[in-house]
């Protein structure tokens, strides 16, 4: 099948970049991203690009470039849906918060009710795109409900996951290592995929481009960000022990890095991994394992976040112990919201968590971010729902501006490896602060010898003091 016109459902994180480089690389096609969220999708469509929802270098540019000529944002669902010959489903898939699997499973609610909408809407033949990170054989759910529709029309499902780090997506959507796609093996689910191949081929290299079945489509997703979130909860259980026995976790980094068997990506100790796939993925991996009664494959694979969870803790615990045991009434300044550079995704950032111990010691915490809205920070804490939001707006404090965030403070915590924290007039910072003045490099970026000699008290993550 050519296809001529794409459906996304979800403007997402996913969504919204995946959809903009495939409009720009395909301007034969017409592509619809469309979303139930009419404040996401009026930002998609403001006139000013600066102002879309998702941050990522250089996606501006790329909105900027097809939007209104082959690529458009719409809340009519049913519409888009109707038109095209090719549906995405990009939609969320949290951890389940409730019953079966609760804390472990992937909650498919937004991903059954797309089916459905898909099946009553459809009058004509449709490949279906999982695009979603979602369990194994979630295609089977559905196709179960595609196929049943009795509205006699023919319904291919493909599972084609995305490898985007964010802060470089757009980047990793022009050049990917790869493409996965998975499909049946008939001659109906073969010519599906080829019809997909045929879309990323217009700008992808075929050799990088990469078929299987369905079910392997799906599992290799998950394992690739188990293997991804193994490696830095790996780094961070050495970086405990190089404190204790005054090794250099970043000597060591560098060391293990340069065997060609290992490399050296991911190997960077830090506060802990966030964002929306690592910890959803290793836990759904979790609860198919149970699921088969894989109990010692479970264990393995949910010390990883175990590892992480410690890694955070320890860090808060630092800042504490540093603060002769008490932070109650003082001002800590938090450095970066986001769970990572160059892009405003705040899911699972470990700042978010780091605050919340310090929280519970009563802690006034001071956060900037450069690209984190107040609102965001907000409905983050309140999410935990450990505590009212009353307590969140008494003890948090949302500032635009990091010397402002840092002045009067008894520490500072660095949570987000953004570039420009390490341009700051440092000895500015610290006149400015209560004496004496700490450091905690949550990310490991800035010049401890430096700081040192300004007269910080420094601590790095793996790094005896």
């Given at each position: 099948?050519?296809?001529?016109?794409?459906?996304?459902?979800?403007?997402?994180?996913?969504?919204?970049?995946?959809?903009a480089?495939i409009?720009?690389?395909?301007?034969?096609?017409?592509?619809?991203?469309?979303?139930?969220?009419?404040?996401?999708?009026?930002?998609?469509?403001?006139?000013?690009?600066?102002?879309?929802?998702?941050?990522?270098?250089?996606?501006?540019d790329?909105?900027?470039?097809a939007?209104?000529?082959?690529l458009?944002?719409?809340?009519?669902?049913?519409?888009?849906?109707h038109?095209?010959?090719?549906?995405?489903?990009?939609?969320?898939?949290?951890?389940?918060?409730?019953?079966?699997?609760?804390g472990?499973?992937?909650?498919?609610?937004?991903?059954?009710?797309?089916?459905?909408?898909?099946?009553?809407?459809?009058?004509?033949?449709?490949?279906?795109v999982?695009?979603?990170?979602?369990?194994?054989?979630?295609?089977?759910?559905?196709?179960?409900?595609?196929?049943?529709?009795?509205?006699?029309?023919?319904?291919?499902?493909?599972?084609?996951?995305e490898?985007?780090?964010?802060?470089?997506?757009?980047?990793d959507?022009?050049k990917?290592?790869?493409?996965?796609?998975?499909?049946?093996?008939?001659?109906?689910?073969?010519?599906?995929?080829q019809?997909?191949?045929?879309?990323?081929?217009?700008?992808?290299?075929?050799?990088?481009?990469?078929?299987?079945?369905?079910?392997?489509?799906?599992?290799?997703?998950?394992?690739?960000?188990?293997?991804?979130?193994?490696?830095?909860?790996?780094?961070?259980?050495?970086?405990?022990?190089?404190?204790?026995?005054?090794?250099?976790?970043?000597e060591?980094?560098?060391?293990?890095?340069?065997d060609?068997?290992?490399?050296?990506?991911?190997?960077?100790?830090?506060?802990?991994?966030?964002?929306?796939?690592?910890?959803?993925?290793?836990?759904?991996?979790?609860?198919?394992?149970?699921?088969?009664?894989?109990?010692?494959?479970?264990?393995?694979?949910?010390?990883?976040?175990?590892?992480?969870d410690?890694?955070?803790k320890?860090?808060?615990?630092?800042i504490?112990r540093?603060?002769?045991?008490?932070?109650?009434?003082?001002?800590?300044?938090?450095?970066?919201?986001?769970?990572?550079?160059?892009?405003?995704?705040?899911?699972?950032?470990?700042?978010?968590?780091v605050?919340?111990?310090?929280?519970?010691?009563?802690?006034?915490?001071?956060?900037?971010?450069?690209?984190?809205?107040?609102?965001?920070?907000?409905?983050?804490?309140?999410?935990?729902?450990?505590?009212s939001?009353?307590?969140?707006?008494?003890?948090?404090?949302?500032?635009?501006?990091?010397?402002?965030?840092?002045?009067?403070?008894?520490?500072?915590?660095?949570?987000?490896?953004?570039?420009?924290?390490?341009?700051?007039?440092?000895?500015r910072?610290?006149?400015?602060?209560l004496?004496?003045?700490?450091?905690f490099?949550?990310?490991?970026?800035?010049?401890?010898?430096?700081l040192?000699?300004?007269?910080?008290?420094?601590?790095?993550?793996g790094?005896?003091?």
């Open positions: 099948m050519k296809i001529k016109s794409i459906c996304c459902i979800g403007a997402g994180y996913v969504g919204g970049p995946t959809m480089v409009a720009k690389k395909c301007p034969q096609i017409k592509v619809t991203v469309v979303d139930i969220n009419e404040a996401r999708i009026a930002a998609w469509n403001d006139e000013n690009v600066d102002n879309i929802p998702v941050y990522e270098p250089g996606l501006s790329v909105v900027a470039e939007r209104g000529r082959n458009f944002f719409s809340t009519d669902v049913d519409k888009a849906i038109e095209a010959d090719m549906i995405f489903i990009s939609v969320n898939t949290p951890t389940k918060t409730y019953g079966e699997g609760k472990l499973a992937a909650d498919l609610k937004w991903i059954e009710l797309c089916a459905r909408q898909i099946a009553r809407v459809s009058t004509t033949d449709k490949i279906v999982e695009k979603s990170t979602l369990p194994v054989r979630t295609a089977s759910t559905i196709k179960s409900i595609l196929d049943h529709t009795g509205s006699g029309v023919n319904f291919q499902i493909l599972s084609n996951p490898f985007l780090a964010e802060g470089t997506a757009v980047e959507l022009m990917p290592d790869r493409v996965l796609i998975g499909g049946d093996q008939t001659p109906e689910g073969l010519e599906a995929i019809s997909l191949v045929d879309v990323y081929a217009e700008w992808v290299p075929k050799d990088h481009i990469l078929t299987t079945n369905v079910w392997s489509s799906e599992l290799s997703k998950l394992t690739a960000n188990a293997f991804l979130a193994q490696r830095v909860s790996s780094i961070n259980a050495l970086s405990e022990l190089c404190e204790h026995t005054e090794a250099d976790i970043n060591v980094a560098r060391a293990i890095g340069s060609s068997r290992i490399g050296p990506k991911f190997l960077k100790a830090s506060v802990g991994f966030g964002g929306s796939c690592f910890q959803k993925d290793i836990l759904n991996l979790v609860y198919i394992s149970r699921s088969y009664g894989l109990d010692e494959v479970a264990d393995y694979w949910e010390q990883v976040i175990k590892m992480n410690h890694q955070k320890r860090f808060a615990k630092k504490i540093s603060l002769y045991n008490t932070v109650n009434g003082k001002k800590i300044a938090l450095l970066g919201w986001a769970f990572k550079k160059d892009t405003n995704d705040t899911r699972e950032s470990a700042a978010i968590y605050t919340d111990h310090l929280l519970f010691e009563h802690a006034n915490v001071a956060v900037f971010d450069p690209k984190v809205r107040e609102e965001q920070v907000f409905v983050d804490m309140d999410y935990l729902n450990t505590r939001s009353e307590e969140n707006r008494k003890y948090i404090d949302v500032v635009e501006d990091p010397y402002e965030a840092c002045k009067g403070a008894h520490a500072i915590a660095i949570m987000t490896e953004w570039d420009e924290f390490k341009t700051y007039d440092w000895q910072i610290y006149d400015n602060m004496k004496p003045a700490h450091v490099d949550g990310r490991n970026i800035l010049d401890r010898k430096k040192k000699q300004i007269g910080f008290q420094v601590y790095s993550i790094t005896a003091d």
